[in-house]
């Protein structure tokens, strides 16, 4: 299957600072990306869409302004998540698709706020 | 995208077929059903994914009832690293997933 990178893998950093996770599509050209969270026993949740070249569109309930997302070409994505905080602590998980094909998911990263 | 519904959890015994029902009864004509499995702390790894007709991959089975609206997954001889919480998901191919809770399957030695 189609692989999917996401760096860092985990990160730890204070209240108040911003956290770039990058997502890569490895070996094919991602028309469009989605980061999605996950707490703690609980399912994945999606957070916003992002097609390259375009503003994502975010899910209700998520701060545009807090997550910042950028698809500035077909094989990257990153997601800012800007003066984070510990309720921020979370699991974050991108995926990538081409055009009618299914999505393939990063392996997550794991951001702790302290 | 239509709303599924998975047993909680389920047990299996190693060496054996595991079959993972899901239900999915609001399904639209043209959306697929997708089959991921999420081992702890890793991201979600894609498994497989049908329309209407039964489908089976190099790792498992997906039988689509006539009427669409529940499949199985087949995990035909589960191991010890089939252990993880499958997500059964009703989308159209260019719309977003969104995730249940999924079933925890255990597979036992």
């Known amino acids: 299957g189609a692989v999917v990178s996401q760096h860092p893998s985990w990160v730890i950093c204070k209240s108040g600072t911003s956290v770039k996770i990058e997502c890569r599509s490895l070996d094919f050209q991602a028309t469009t990306m989605f980061w999605y969270r996950q707490f703690p026993k609980q399912s994945l949740m999606l957070m916003a869409t992002s097609n390259e070249g375009s503003k994502a569109t975010y899910e209700q309930g998520v701060e545009k302004d807090k997550f910042l997302i950028n698809h500035a070409s077909l094989t990257l994505s990153t997601l800012t998540v800007t003066s984070a905080h510990p309720e921020d602590s979370s699991f974050y998980i991108c995926s990538a698709r081409n055009l009618g094909e299914t999505q393939y998911f990063g392996p997550g990263t794991r951001l702790l706020v302290l | 995208d239509a709303k599924t519904t998975q047993p909680p959890s389920m047990d299996c015994a190693e060496g054996r077929a595991a079959n993972l029902p899901c239900n999915h009864s609001?399904?639209?004509?043209?959306?697929?059903v997708y089959w991921y499995r999420q081992i702890h702390s890793q991201g979600p790894q894609y498994i497989i994914h049908g329309l209407k007709n039964n489908e089976t991959n190099e790792m498992a089975s997906l039988i689509i009832t006539e009427d669409r609206k529940s499949s199985t997954l087949i995990l035909p001889h589960a191991t010890l690293r089939d252990t993880a919480v499958y997500y059964c998901?009703?989308?159209?191919?260019?719309?977003?997933?969104?995730f249940g809770t999924g079933t925890s399957l255990t597979v036992i030695p």
């Open positions: 609001t399904i639209s004509g043209n959306e697929y």
């Open positions: 998901i009703a989308a159209n191919t260019g719309n977003q997933f969104y």
